[in-house]
């Protein structure tokens, strides 16, 4: 947690989760009240100014447990929440200024990401209840940006527009930037694919992207690995919510299975080279347990060979990837493949836990 001594208040905020067991919720707002009760100099002021100081930001949950510990205080008056809320929102609204400057330095995501996209961002952020979670349906490329520091080292907008930078020479993006500009589904899809193509652009191994296939329809790309050719696919899930917090291992894996199957058994059926497929799992998946439970369904399927490996990523901003090979395949990868593959991704080999397929 901390490596040093923080004070109360600090703690108590930012351990505070709107998720837990009522109990526990109310545990912590019974505290924190009494620390404001036995100590009226603080006030929302110096509240904003100890939680910046200590978090470099005021966390939204902030505005939720000190407006219930407002109702619990009888020694001092309660603390003004505007001034929490509009630091909140200030907070975002600097980090929209400092996306659109980045962005205009850019020679492709400028002309989707317009100053009218910007405007209708602040109006967005302008109307945003701090008591609930900041999602956007729209403007997502905003959050990717928000939230890239553990992905891309701040530099996430600006390796995305290298990938448009690099892939232009090899095909028509003019549709791929839309779809960045617009709501989710389409700009973590095609975020996705366009990190993940980047590499093999940037060392000039893409032979033709969205190539012709056997089965009809077009490919993301067919490169050239290390002399030997194959097919690159780029498939992004979607996160979604668990009912209960509960989960099934083999239900979620069938449900990943089948998504993969879309790819490898309908839209590659018929190829005459290996098959990567590069899988976003998204955080509701977990990268063990329900990994291995969608490998258990595509060993079972006799329609798989045409796959010659999934490349399992953390999320559509890929930070950690797992790579595992199809034994059964038709098509295998050469050893100086995989070589290259470990030195363009931060891929490490997928190890089974034993839990769905025995060792």
Known sequence: MFSHVVHPLIEIIWLYDEEAPSEKRRRDIVRLANLL??????????????????????????????????????????????????????AKL????????????????????????????????????PEKPFELSTHTAFMGYFTDATCYGCQYLQTLEDAFVRLAPYGSIKQKLREIAGPSAGYISTAFEMLVLRPFAASDCIEEYEPSL??????????????????????????????????????????????LQEKYAAQYAGV??????????????????????????????????????????????PHKMWLWRNRRATHRLSPDAVKTLYEFFPIRRFRKTGLIIAD
């Open 37 to 90: 009760d036995g100590d009226d100099s603080i006030d929302e002021q110096q509240v904003i100014e100890m939680l910046t100081a200590e978090l470099r930001h005021v966390p939204p949950r902030a505005v939720e447990l000190i407006r219930k510990a407002n109702t619990r205080l009888t020694r001092r008056s309660a603390l003004a929440l505007d001034p929490i809320i509009a630091n909140l929102r200030d």
């Open 94 to 129: 600097a980090s929209v200024e400092e996306m659109e400057r980045i962005v205009g330095e850019t020679k492709y995501l400028k002309r989707v990401l317009t100053p009218r996209w910007f405007e209708q961002l602040r109006a967005i952020i302008g109307t945003w209840d």
């Open 214 to 259: 056997p089965a009809g329809g077009r490919g993301e790309a067919r490169v050239s690995l290390s002399g030997q050719r194959l097919y690159i696919e780029a498939r992004a899930k979607m996160d979604e919510d668990r009912e209960d917090g509960s989960f099934d291992p083999a239900e979620m894996g069938v449900k990943l299975f089948r998504k």
């Open 272 to 317: 005459d080279s290996p098959l990567i497929v590069f899988f976003s799992l998204g955080a509701s998946v977990l990268q063990d347990i329900e990994v291995e439970a969608v490998i258990a369904e595509v060993l079972k399927d006799k329609m798989a060979k045409p796959l010659t490996a999934v490349a399992f990523c953390d999320f559509y901003q």
